[in-house]
């Protein structure tokens, strides 16, 4: 087994980022710095494989989950929990991971990673045109949607707390209720 050690004094750049190879320890490059996190824990993961089997049941592109990167930029390397791709942008799929915005993105809360999700991964995912962005939060049972083309991009599209039907623009025959994922 090879150990990783983290050089924090260089500002990391996807070349940097390639050479850890398939690296045991999730770990992504967010604004050049190298960030790993511990494996999710089992309800994290629970939530994902509900979130996948949906998605993949009434879509006709493709879906990912972690770990997978989204390549961005020179700076930015970030491992989705969940990735949707229609058939019209299935070319940014790659040998190396997803180069491009995906339609859909889904980011599942971990005590380690609220901050992230929640700011740095929302605005990126915004920027670079991710046509929804959904934030899932099993400790409280809420969804939040985001979309591209919403005005304020502070204040989610869709909210459900606890029970409540969740749509989704990108995949218009998807319709579930919370309780299913929780």
């Not at 050690?5 to 050049?32: H, M, S």
């Not at 999710?40 to 996948?52: C, D, G, M, S």
């Not at 046509?131 to 979309?147: F, G, Q, R």
């Amino acid at each position: 087994m090879q150990t990783v050690k983290i050089d924090r004094t260089k500002n990391w750049t996807v070349e940097d980022y390639l050479l850890l190879g398939e690296a045991n320890t999730p770990c992504q490059l967010i604004n050049g710095e190298l960030i790993m996190s511990p494996a999710p824990n089992p309800e994290h993961q629970r939530v994902l494989a509900k979130i996948f089997k949906l998605i993949d049941r009434f879509s006709t592109g493709e879906t990912f989950f972690a770990p997978i990167d989204l390549f961005i930029d020179q700076k930015n390397v970030f491992q989705p929990d969940l990735i949707y791709i229609s058939p019209e942008k299935a070319n940014i799929v790659s040998k190396r991971g997803i180069e491009g915005a995906p339609d859909l993105i889904v980011e599942i809360l971990s005590p380690s990673n609220i901050f992230t999700d929640r700011n740095q991964k929302k605005f990126t995912y915004q920027k670079i045109g991710v046509k929804e962005y959904w934030i899932v939060d099993p400790a409280n049972k809420t969804l939040e949607i985001y979309k591209h083309d919403q005005a304020d991009q502070n204040t989610p599209s869709l909210y459900v707390a606890g029970e409540g039907e969740v749509t989704s623009s990108v995949l218009p025959n998807l319709k579930f209720d919370l309780k299913e994922i929780f």
